[in-house]
Structure formats: structure tokens, C-alpha cells
């Protein structure tokens, strides 16, 4: 069974700093595309980036510079760092990842940025 958890969210000011991690189990990300999307209030879930298993990283143009995907091979974990954070990116983040056995999602994680 494929798990994904994420966590690392929470309330940070405007212009700080989180970093969101999602672990897996029974899935290896080194062999997935493994992507960060989240969702506000109100609107669609959005794709934020994405690593690929070959290591190729992608960035939607609002995190563009401020945000970065990266993976831990022996923890099995992808990280999204985001930094300069605006209030809006406040949004419940979500861990997606891919493979040629499916598709699965956490729960995700809120992350509140406040003005």
C-alpha cells in the first residue's frame, strides 16, 4: 500500500521561510515523478513543481526563484523549501507521485502565510 505524509506546514509572516517534506512508503521516489500542488480557499489545486526521477526539477512561474524540490534518496522523502513566502501561497499543500503503477496523493499539509 502507497503512502504519502506530508508535513512541515504551518503559520509563517510574510517573507519567511518553510520547508514541506513528504515521505513515502511503499513507493520509491527515485523511480517516480514525485510534485508539490497545492490549494487555496476557493480554487482549483494547483501544480507547484516537480522532480523527476532522473532528478529534472520544474517550477510553476509563482515560485519560480523562491521555491525548491529536492529529494533524500535514503530517507525516500522529497522536500519543498520555500522561501520570500506571500500571502498568496497560503494554501493546503499536497505530495504527488507517479509511476508506471499509478498515481497517488497525501493529505497534505496547510501552509498559512500571514501579511
Known amino acids: 500500500q502507497v503512502q504519502l505524509m506530508e508535513s512541515g506546514g504551518g503559520l509563517v509572516q510574510t517573507g519567511g521561510s518553510l520547508r514541506l517534506s513528504c515521505a513515502a512508503s511503499?513507493?520509491?521516489?527515485?523511480?517516480?515523478?514525485v510534485g508539490w500542488y497545492r490549494q487555496a480557499p476557493g480554487k482549483q489545486r494547483e501544480w507547484v513543481a516537480t522532480?523527476?526521477?532522473?532528478?529534472?526539477?520544474n517550477y510553476a512561474s509563482s515560485v519560480k526563484g523562491r521555491f525548491t524540490i529536492s529529494r533524500d534518496h535514503a530517507l525516500n522523502t522529497v522536500y519543498l523549501q520555500m522561501s520570500s513566502l506571500k500571502p498568496e501561497d497560503t494554501a493546503v499543500y499536497y505530495c504527488?507521485?507517479?509511476?508506471?503503477?499509478?498515481?497517488?496523493w497525501g493529505q497534505g499539509t496547510q501552509v498559512t502565510v500571514s501579511s
Open positions: 504527488n507521485a507517479h509511476n508506471w503503477r499509478g498515481t497517488y
Open positions: 511503499g513507493i520509491m521516489f527515485r523511480s517516480s515523478v
Open positions: 522532480i523527476t526521477d532522473g532528478g529534472s526539477t
